[in-house]
């Protein structure tokens, strides 16, 4: 992978649960590494459903493998910008890593 081509900033989050001060357990999504990547808009569509019109885009990111990413799992998320990604699938190629992510967006 030619390193000019990782232009874009990628945060790698995990959602993790943790206890508010009135003892209630909350659902946060917690930064676990910053690190540079590649996205790529690979398709999109729109659908119905019963609580109304929806769109999905996949994307395809790309990063080196390092320590601090190697963490990464299919129920995490990257986001980049304002954009956040579910991870789908994660295919590791010696240093590069090639993730499939779905940017879904409602309306």
Known sequence: MISGL????LCLMRQTTVEN???EREDL???MATFRG?????RGREFFAASG???EV?????????RKVSCARPRDRL???EQTFDI???ITKGRDVEVMCVQAIDD
Not at 6 to 9: C, M, P, Q, T, W
Not at 38 to 42: C, G, K, Q
Request: charged content about 25%.
């Open 79 to 81: 986001v980049h910008q």
């Open 58 to 66: 996949t994307h395809r990111i790309r990063y080196r493998n390092s």
């Open 88 to 90: 789908k699938s994660i």
């Open 6 to 9: 990782l232009k874009h900033k």
């Open 29 to 31: 999504w917690m930064q």
């Open 53 to 55: 019109e929806h769109a």
């Open 38 to 42: 590649s996205v790529d808009p690979i």
């Open 21 to 23: 001060t009135y003892g």
